[in-house]
C-alpha cells in the first residue's frame, strides 16, 4: 500500500470531450462526456488524472472541480492513496485525483502502474462494444459495422416490446457475438417479466442494473437464468455485500467507486463473496480508459469501449483490434525519465 508522499503541484481543469453522435441510454441523451483532469507534479514527475463523475447522482465536473480545489493545501502538502480514501468519498474527484496518484507512484518507481498493482505483463482484453438504444433497425446496422467486434452491450429504454425488437433485430444482424444488455434502471418486475423471453430467445448473456437503485428487492424471485449485474445498485466497497442473492456480477467503474484503488479492493471482494466482476466506464478518453484496463485484468466481463465514442481521443491512445482493447504503457502509468 501507498505511504505519505512528498509535496506536489497540483493543475485542474476540465474539458468538454465532445461525443462523434449523441448517444441514448434509458432516461438520458448525451451529446458530450465533460471530465475533470488532475495532474500532480513534483518537479521530476507528473501524475494524471482523469474522471467524468457520475451524472445520475449529480456528481459532475462542474461540482468535482471545486471540490477538488477546496482541498489543495492538503493536496499538494502530499497524500497517499490511502489517505485519499478517507479525504473524499466515492465518486469523480477522488477517482481523477486515486489515478494521478497512481501513475506519479508508478512514475517515482520507475515501474509501469500495472507493475505496481501487483500484476504481470497486462493481457489484451476483450471488450464489448455499446450500441446506443434507438430503432431496431438502426441498432442492427451499427452491430453490423462493428464488424471486429466479439461483444456487443446494447442499451435499452424499459419499453419491453421495443427492447425486445431492438435485441432480436441485433441478433439476426450479428449472430456470431457475444451479447449483453443495459437498462439502466429502466426496468420494473412485471416489464422485466415481459421482456425475459426475448432476451432468452437472443441468448443474451448477461442483463445488466434492470431495476432502480434502492428497489433491488424487485429481483426477488425473478428468472436468473440470465447473470444479472449491478451498476447502479453498487457504487462503492461497502455496498458490494448486499448484492449477494440478487446479483450475480459487479460492475466496477472507477468514476463510481472512487479510483482504481478501490476499484481493486472491491474485485477481491467479490470474489470473496462468489460473485463475478466487471469493469465498465463513464465514456472518456484513454486517459480514463487506462485505469480500467489494470482492473480488467481481474474481470470477468470489459466494457471499455469509451474513447471510440469520443471525436477526438489522447495521443497515443488506447488500441482496439480484433474485438480486443490494449493499452500500451505510453498512454498511462509508464514510467519515464525523470525531468
Same mark, same amino acid.
Request: contains cysteine; negative net charge.
Given at each position: 500500500?501507498?505511504? #505519505?508522499?512528498?509535496?506536489?503541484?497540483?493543475?485542474?481543469r476540465?474539458?468538454?470531450?465532445p461525443?462523434?453522435?449523441?448517444?441514448?441510454?434509458?432516461?438520458?441523451?448525451?451529446?458530450?462526456?465533460?471530465?475533470?483532469?488532475?495532474?500532480?507534479?513534483d518537479?521530476?514527475?507528473?501524475?494524471?488524472?482523469e474522471? $467524468? !463523475?457520475?451524472?445520475?447522482?449529480?456528481?459532475?465536473?462542474?461540482?468535482?472541480?471545486p471540490?477538488?480545489?477546496?482541498?489543495?493545501?492538503?493536496?499538494?502538502?502530499?497524500?497517499?492513496?490511502?489517505?485519499?480514501?478517507?479525504?473524499?468519498?466515492?465518486?469523480?474527484?477522488?477517482?481523477?485525483l486515486?489515478? @494521478?496518484?497512481w501513475?506519479?507512484?508508478?512514475?517515482?518507481?520507475?515501474?509501469?502502474a500495472?507493475q505496481? @498493482?501487483?500484476?504481470?505483463?497486462?493481457?489484451?482484453?476483450?471488450?464489448?462494444?455499446?450500441?446506443?438504444?434507438?430503432?431496431?433497425?438502426?441498432?442492427?446496422?451499427?452491430?453490423?459495422?462493428?464488424?471486429?467486434?466479439?461483444?456487443?452491450?446494447?442499451?435499452?429504454?424499459?419499453?419491453?416490446?421495443?427492447?425486445?425488437?431492438?435485441?432480436?433485430?441485433?441478433?439476426?444482424?450479428?449472430?456470431?457475438?457475444?451479447i449483453?444488455?443495459?437498462?439502466?434502471?429502466?426496468?420494473?418486475?412485471?416489464?422485466?417479466?415481459?421482456?425475459?423471453?426475448?432476451?432468452?430467445?437472443?441468448?443474451?448473456?448477461?442483463?445488466?442494473?434492470?431495476?432502480?437503485?434502492?428497489?433491488?428487492?424487485?429481483?426477488?424471485?425473478?428468472?436468473?437464468?440470465?447473470?444479472?449485474?449491478?451498476?447502479?445498485?453498487?457504487?462503492?466497497?461497502?455496498?458490494?455485500?448486499?448484492?449477494?442473492?440478487?446479483?450475480?456480477?459487479?460492475?466496477?467503474?472507477?468514476?463510481?467507486?472512487?479510483?482504481?484503488?478501490?476499484?481493486?479492493?472491491? $474485485?477481491?471482494?467479490?470474489?470473496?463473496?462468489?460473485?463475478?466482476?466487471?469493469? !465498465?466506464?463513464?465514456? !472518456?478518453?484513454?486517459?480514463?480508459?487506462?485505469?480500467?484496463?489494470?482492473?480488467?485484468? #481481474?474481470?470477468?466481463?470489459?466494457?471499455?469501449? !469509451?474513447?471510440?465514442?469520443?471525436?477526438?481521443?489522447?495521443?497515443p @491512445?488506447?488500441v482496439?483490434?480484433?474485438?480486443?482493447?490494449?493499452?500500451?504503457?505510453?498512454?498511462?502509468?509508464?514510467?519515464?525519465?525523470?525531468?
Open positions: 500500500m501507498s505511504t #505519505h508522499a512528498p509535496r506536489v503541484t497540483l493543475t485542474l476540465n474539458e468538454p470531450l461525443l462523434a453522435a449523441p448517444f441514448r441510454i434509458s432516461g438520458y441523451v448525451f451529446e458530450a462526456m465533460p471530465a475533470t483532469v488532475v495532474v500532480l507534479d518537479g521530476r514527475f507528473e501524475g494524471r488524472g474522471a $467524468a !463523475g457520475v451524472y445520475y447522482l449529480d456528481d459532475t465536473p462542474a461540482t468535482m472541480l471540490t477538488l480545489e477546496a482541498l489543495r493545501d492538503t493536496i499538494e502538502a502530499g497524500l497517499s492513496r490511502d489517505e485519499l480514501r478517507s479525504l473524499l468519498p466515492p465518486g469523480g474527484a477522488r477517482n481523477a486515486d489515478c @494521478a496518484l501513475e506519479l507512484e508508478a512514475r517515482r518507481a520507475g515501474v509501469p500495472w505496481l @498493482a501487483g500484476l504481470p505483463e497486462p493481457r489484451p482484453l476483450l471488450t464489448t462494444f455499446t450500441l446506443g438504444a434507438d430503432d431496431p433497425a438502426v441498432m442492427a446496422t451499427g452491430a453490423r459495422g462493428y464488424a471486429q467486434a466479439k461483444a456487443l452491450k446494447l442499451k435499452l429504454t424499459g419499453d419491453a416490446l421495443l427492447d425486445g425488437e431492438r435485441v432480436r433485430a441485433v441478433r439476426e444482424a450479428r449472430p456470431d457475438v457475444w449483453g444488455v443495459d437498462a439502466n434502471q429502466g426496468y420494473v418486475a412485471d416489464t422485466l417479466e415481459t421482456l425475459l423471453p426475448a432476451l432468452h430467445a437472443a441468448r443474451v448473456s448477461l442483463l445488466e442494473q434492470p431495476c432502480r437503485r434502492g428497489h433491488e428487492h424487485e429481483l426477488d424471485g425473478v428468472d436468473r437464468r440470465i447473470p444479472i449485474a449491478a451498476d447502479e445498485s453498487v457504487q462503492g466497497l461497502d455496498e458490494v455485500d448486499a448484492l449477494v442473492g440478487r446479483f450475480d456480477v459487479v460492475n466496477i467503474k472507477l468514476d463510481k467507486c472512487g479510483g482504481l484503488t478501490e476499484g481493486l479492493m472491491i $474485485a477481491a471482494r467479490a470474489r470473496e463473496l462468489g460473485l463475478k466482476v466487471m469493469v !465498465g466506464n463513464m465514456a !472518456g478518453s484513454s486517459w480514463a480508459a487506462a485505469p480500467g484496463f489494470i482492473l480488467g485484468q #481481474h474481470c470477468d466481463v470489459v466494457d471499455l469501449d !469509451g474513447p471510440v465514442f469520443l471525436k477526438e481521443d489522447r495521443a @491512445a488506447v482496439y483490434r480484433d474485438g480486443m482493447i490494449e493499452c500500451p504503457d505510453a498512454v498511462w502509468g509508464g514510467p519515464v525519465p525523470a525531468r
